[in-house]
């Protein structure tokens, strides 16, 4: 996936990338290797600090995506993955037009993980899915495709492009407990309730035999900036 992003996006290495929304910026920070520097930023401060990429050029920032903490068109692409839910949809995508230089891609990524593995991480997260009335309310935004219809009405970005591509990712136990961790169910739960979760997810991972493999079915938009 992350040349294929990089051909989307038509990154370089002098590209500024910025990953919205981004937890520990496993979609993001995929693409740090070709581009001058990656801006993970996420309006939790501690999911920022499980990022999964070990390159120096990826930098977090913990700001809302409604109110981005960066100057005006400072930023070559924006990728938001599993994350536009979360956001003010409107409100987002006028911010991103703000620091969006013109022509440049802003890209939404929707990633349908698959597979055993996978099924047995959702059952042992699944007694939290439905915790907290702000994970409620983010799946109807969600279902509702408030994101496209927010593009769609801007007057600063083009027509969506779509593109579905299935690919995997090899993860080590750390970094899906990252992954995990950024679930908007899970990543509501603090204390004892986020100790009782991740000791299931451990569970799951305890008995799982020979490479982490965690298959996915990827669905990429883009629109370029006006």
């Not at 593109?163 to 990543?187: F, K, L, N």
Request: glycine share 4%; with cysteine.
């Amino acid at each position: 996936m992350p040349s294929l992003l990089a051909h989307i996006l038509n990154l370089t290495s002098s590209s500024t990338v910025l990953d919205i929304g981004s937890g520990p910026s496993q979609v993001g920070a995929s693409v740090a290797s070709v581009v001058r520097m990656v801006v993970a930023i996420d309006v939790s401060a501690a999911m920022l600090t499980g990022l999964t990429n070990e390159s120096a050029n990826v930098y977090p920032l913990a700001s809302r995506a409604e109110k981005l903490a960066v100057r005006n068109e400072c930023a070559d692409a924006a990728i938001v993955a599993n994350a536009f839910h979360w956001f003010d949809a409107d409100l987002a995508v006028a911010e991103f037009a703000r620091v969006l230089r013109r022509s440049a891609v802003l890209a939404v990524v929707w990633y349908r993980p698959q597979g055993h593995l996978y099924d047995q991480l959702v059952e042992a997260a699944s007694p939290w899915r439905d915790i907290t009335p702000q994970v409620t309310a983010s799946s109807e935004r969600f279902l509702h495709n408030e994101w496209q219809a927010a593009i769609d009405q801007s007057p600063h970005f083009g027509t969506i492009r779509d593109r579905r591509i299935t690919t995997e990712a090899v993860m080590s136990r750390d970094q899906i407990r990252g992954w995990v961790q950024s679930w908007s169910h899970i990543s509501m739960l603090e204390g004892d309730q986020l100790g009782a979760a991740m000791k299931s997810v451990d569970a799951v991972l305890k008995e799982a035999d020979g490479s982490l493999v965690i298959p996915h079915t990827l669905d990429l938009h883009w629109s370029a900036r006006r």
